[in-house]
């Protein structure tokens, strides 16, 4: 499986970003998706998790109210959507893929080795 995240960029404080996460390959081998972030330095973060089917979602209380995930099956593509900006929502976001059926929770495990990762896109959040 191939990850490639894209939407990244600069935003004020406040503002809105649409983050996107493209699988190919051997997609229906997926059972969640997840979404984490990173600061230079600091430890993985869990952000938002859904089911490749099925659609049960999971988030951070970080992302709870602020941020959305959605996917297309059909696109074989997840997006984050993010609203309301601030400035601690800096960090580099990724996507990752569990392949073993286990619990949606499962991927707030922020120091596992998911099965495959995305190379990160950029959220820069300006105050």
């Known amino acids: 499986v191939n990850l490639v995240e894209s939407g990244g960029g600069l935003v004020q404080t406040g503002g809105s970003l649409r983050l996107s996460c493209a699988a190919s390959?051997?997609?229906?081998?997926?059972?969640?998706l997840g979404w984490f972030r990173q600061v230079p330095g600091m430890q993985r973060e869990f952000v938002a998790a859904i089911r490749w089917r099925g659609g049960s979602t999971d988030y951070a209380d970080s992302a709870k109210g602020r941020f959305t995930i959605s996917r297309d099956n059909g696109k074989n593509t997840v997006w984050l959507q993010m609203n309301s900006l601030k400035p601690d929502d800096t960090a580099v976001y990724y996507c990752?893929?569990?392949?073993?059926?286990?619990?949606?929770?499962?991927?707030?495990?922020?120091?596992?080795?998911?099965?495959?990762w995305g190379q990160g896109t950029q959220v820069t959040v300006s105050s």
């Open positions: 390959g051997d997609t229906t081998s997926i059972y969640t």
């Open positions: 990752a893929v569990d392949l073993p059926p286990r619990s949606i929770t499962s991927m707030r495990q922020s120091d596992y080795s998911y099965d495959y």
